[in-house]
């Protein structure tokens, strides 16, 4: 049996370039790995007697968690289905279990407390966090340049949180460098988050088709300046990162969204120092200058009480990419 964890994502900078003729667009982003993580528990599957981690079918079962604010996040559904009966389409981890070959005889919990459709890679980071632990309880076959290439082939968010840390990705964001590494812990270089998370999810394509209606010029290769990525690589206080946040995808995300602008609009008015939609969304983000700022602004904008907000949480980062853990945390199931 093997654990392994895979982090969210903001992205900081999302430049839009035109579709290929795959339906892809060309990105040129910068992600920072976040906080909120998804854990992967894989173990072998066999039949009574045999010397497996455990008796039975192929099967994944997953654990949805609630943030609360300041405390361990909260069970609040759980659901088991056989490998047989699961459209492993929509699974990302599940693709990443059959992708490494081990599609018949594993059984995998995936403990989510990355919003579902939030735009912040939940799926992308389920399938990080199987391809990690599926590999090593495989025997470690693969190294971490063979992950990506089978983590691109997924989803174009895998890889980012493959890397974690602070990565710039090119081509359709899959292609990463990684610009400064992510930590454990937070520390005096951390931005810290408000996240606030959406009722609904918005689908990652309609996102994209509405930028498609929207823009004008039919945009070349995106690109990021130089100066953009030197600032970002130094950049360790909040207070830098702040006036580099662009999102290109954002007007079609709000177009398709308004509340998306409200919910944004209260960030700043409780006094973060930048927001923006979190990729597609319609999770938005807002940057704060500390822990304890981001903890009073996410209070004040759960106070409000908005319609389409589900919960308002706190996050950190550049936090490190997919890793074995040795145990699961104490809250989950
Ligand atoms: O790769 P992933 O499954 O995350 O992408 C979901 C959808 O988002 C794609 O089917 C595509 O419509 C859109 N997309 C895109 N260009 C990208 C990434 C995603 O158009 N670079």
């Not at 990506?148 to 082939?153: A, D, F, P, T, V």
Request: net charge negative.
């Amino acid at each position: 049996m093997t654990i392994a964890s895979a982090p969210s994502k903001v992205n900081l900078i999302l430049r839009v370039g035109a579709a290929d003729s795959s339906g892809y667009h060309g990105l040129a982003t910068v992600f920072q790995a976040l906080s909120l993580r998804e854990y992967v528990e894989a173990s072998m599957v066999g039949a009574a007697g045999s010397s497996l981690d455990r008796i039975g079918t192929p099967s994944v079962r997953t654990y949805i968690y609630e943030q609360t604010r300041g405390s361990h996040p909260r069970l609040s559904a759980q659901r088991t289905e056989s490998f047989a009966e699961l459209d492993s389409a929509e699974h990302l981890a599940v693709r990443a279990a059959a992708a490494l070959g081990a599609g018949g005889n594993v059984h995998l919990d995936v403990h989510k407390t990355i919003p579902v459709a939030g735009g912040m890679a939940g799926g992308s980071a389920d399938a990080a966090a199987a391809l990690v632990a599926v590999n090593d309880l495989l025997g470690g076959r693969r190294n971490l340049a063979e992950l990506q290439e089978i983590g691109r082939s997924l989803g174009a968010d895998v890889p980012a949180c493959l890397v974690g840390g602070l990565a710039l990705g090119l081509g359709r964001g899959d292609q990463m460098e990684v610009l400064r590494g992510g930590t454990t812990h937070p520390n005096e270089d951390s931005s810290w988050w408000v996240l606030v998370l959406s009722k609904r999810g918005l689908s990652t394509p309609s996102v994209f088709n509405r930028f498609d209606k929207m823009s004008q010029q039919s945009a070349g290769a995106p690109a990021i300046s130089a100066m953009d990525l030197l600032d970002l690589r130094r950049a360790g206080a909040s207070q830098s990162v702040a006036g580099l946040l662009v999102n290109e995808l954002a007007p079609a995300a709000i177009d398709l969204r308004p509340d998306l602008q409200v919910v944004g609009e209260s960030l700043r008015r409780h006094g973060t120092q930048a927001w923006l939609v979190s990729g597609s969304g319609p999770t938005v983000a807002g940057l704060a200058s500390s822990q304890e700022e981001a903890l009073r602004i996410a209070a004040a904008v759960e106070a409000e009480d908005l319609p389409e907000v589900r919960e308002v949480a706190v996050a950190w980062g550049p936090t490190q990419g997919a890793t074995i853990e040795s145990r699961l945390p104490s809250w989950t199931v």
